[in-house]
């Protein structure tokens, strides 16, 4: 059997469809979405080599057309949990043993299979499923998934190839073990391509997975489980439950060989997790790897310099996009006196400009649903309150329906307290709070900025002043892991920009870097002496 040092594909971001009026890509998304949306199907969980239906199921729907059934996905017993540790654990010997190249030569066809044949049934699948337009599907589920399936292979191979110095008459080197147990991964609805990457990337380096992607992302992450059987995953690396997410949860860390949790969803949740796993510590083999991506209330500052055009347009995007359920989204904003009556005409056209909410199926729509009625009920609320408040003003949107989809209309909230609840809360929806402050009080705002939001994630500085940018990249360097000059406070790509976030946004650990991969091995030195001594006599001794 030949041996080598290889060298994995130089991973490239995958190119963006542009699904325009009469492109193959849109006739054949559009073909698969009608296919997914008068289908029904049924989800098993995936143990091993079984797909398991249960006594109990949930039915699927689309968030915009909530009344209309997809499909059903199956609940699983703590019985099945357990039989999903169990199948993890006698897999990960082999697994764990398997060389490194072919492990990457799964994830790669993986990529590939997304890129080509199973691109319009992931799009179409999330569309369905997280109510996203076209667009936002594309670059989640088709490009950024095929990025973290390439680059995590590259940065696999760059830290295997990582290795110390040897001396003279010795030879030192190092393992990247995978971790010793099993690794619960956690996954959120809002993305596909999250939902995907976090058990493969802790399954990329050796270790074996149980996945609990989100009650509301099922259908789509039937796809990726399909998208990996055919890669060629092994049976048991990674096992697919979902139901209960306290008995799942707590069957796992009551587990001795629990050893790390990926996590992308809410602040509370990931603490609540901390604690547990802090709780069971004595029971358990190894000190269990934590790493998690929450919540963010997400910030663009305008100096005076900055081009209102440039800011409106920021805002946006920024707060829109996907219905504002990023992790990234602008929620608030701080606008200069001097420019902020055009900035926020600018943005109210911007908004007027829109299509009512509708579903993705119609392209012409760039705000869809949110994703459930949870959700819409929060939104509405808070837009509720705003309307009664005295320190603040609905001045665009402000409108929503729930009685076919959870329909909310971008809405901009304007606020003369920078404390006001919408400009502290993490809403996760398409709501924006502006403050307005004067132009003399640049430097006073950033501290405000910065002190304002227990998130960390991302933030956005607009401006055509180069001193004003420094001031605030350095007034700002904790309140984003993600910093963003002149652009939206959205849409890291894999490959460019590392995501994460500290305080209560995480713990830093930069989805779509070697930063990430670093956390599910466990390194192990190995020192071989060549010619071994004989004598425990130092020359000092004489």
Excluded at 21 to 35: A, C, I, T
Excluded at 198 to 225: E, H, R, T, Y
Excluded at 234 to 239: A, K, R
Aim: proline content about 6%; charged content about 20%; aromatic content about 10%.
């Amino acid at each position: 059997m030949g041996k080598g040092f290889f060298q994995v594909p130089t991973a490239i971001n995958e190119p963006i469809k542009s699904y325009a009026p009469g492109s193959s890509e849109r006739d054949e998304v559009l073909e698969q979405y009608k296919e997914y949306y008068n289908g029904n199907i049924e989800v098993p969980l995936y143990i091993g080599a079984l797909e398991i239906k249960t006594s109990h199921t949930r039915p699927m729907s689309p968030p915009h057309d909530h009344k209309h059934v997809v499909g059903h996905y199956h609940l699983a017993e703590q019985t099945h949990v357990e039989k999903a540790i169990e199948n993890s654990l006698a897999s990960r010997a082999v697994w764990a043993d398997l060389s490194w190249e072919q492990r990457a030569a799964i994830f790669l066809k993986a990529a590939e299979l997304i890129a080509g044949p199973y691109r319009a049934k992931i799009n179409a699948a999330t569309m369905i499923a997280q109510s996203k337009n076209i667009h936002q599907a594309e670059i989640d589920a088709a490009c950024e998934l095929i990025d973290f399936l390439r680059f995590n292979v590259e940065y696999m191979s760059q830290i295997y190839e990582e290795q110390p110095d040897s001396a003279e008459g010795i030879w030192n080197r190092v393992e990247y073990r995978p971790l010793e147990g099993f690794v619960y991964a956690i996954t959120p609805f809002n993305f596909t391509a999250i939902a995907g990457n976090l058990p493969a990337s802790a399954a990329m380096m050796g270790n074996v997975v149980v996945w609990k992607p989100s009650d509301s992302q099922i259908f789509s992450a039937k796809v990726i489980v399909d998208v990996f059987k055919e890669a060629g995953l092994p049976d048991g690396v990674i096992n697919v439950v979902y139901g209960d997410p306290v008995m799942i949860t707590k069957t796992v860390l009551d587990s001795p060989d629990f050893a790390g949790i990926h996590f992308t969803g809410s602040t509370h949740v990931f603490k609540e997790l901390w604690k547990q796993i802090g709780n069971n510590i004595h029971n358990y083999k190894t000190y269990p790897r934590i790493v998690g991506e929450t919540g963010g209330k997400d910030f663009i500052i305008a100096h005076p310099t900055a081009k209102p055009r440039q800011v409106a347009t920021a805002i946006t995007r920024g707060s829109f996009e996907f219905q504002g359920q990023k992790c990234s989204a602008a929620s608030r904003v701080y606008l200069p006196k001097s420019t902020a009556d055009e900035i926020l005409d600018l943005v109210k056209k911007d908004v007027a400009s829109f299509n009512k909410p509708g579903s993705p199926e119609d392209m012409s729509n760039f705000i869809t649903a949110v994703i459930h009625e949870g959700s819409f009920d929060k939104l509405a609320k808070y837009i509720d309150q705003a309307k009664k408040d005295e320190n603040a003003e609905v001045i665009a949107g402000g409108g929503y329906d729930k009685s076919v989809g959870y329909f909310i209309e971008p809405t901009v909230i304007l606020t003369t307290d920078p404390h006001y609840t919408t400009m502290e809360t993490e809403l996760f929806g398409p709501v924006v709070t502006i403050y307005v402050y004067d132009d003399q009080d640049w430097s006073k705002t950033l501290t405000l900025v910065d002190s304002t939001s227990e998130y960390a994630l991302t933030g956005a500085v607009l401006s055509q002043d180069r001193y004003a940018i420094d001031e605030a990249t350095k007034a700002l360097q904790n309140c984003a892991g993600n910093f963003y000059i002149n652009d939206k406070p959205t849409g890291a790509v894999v490959g460019q920009q590392p995501f994460g976030g500290a305080r209560a946004s995480g713990t830093n650990d930069k989805a779509g870097s070697a930063q990430n991969l670093l956390r599910w091995v466990s390194p192990r030195l190995i020192k071989e002496t060549f010619v071994t001594p004989e004598n425990y006599r130092y020359p000092f001794l004489g």
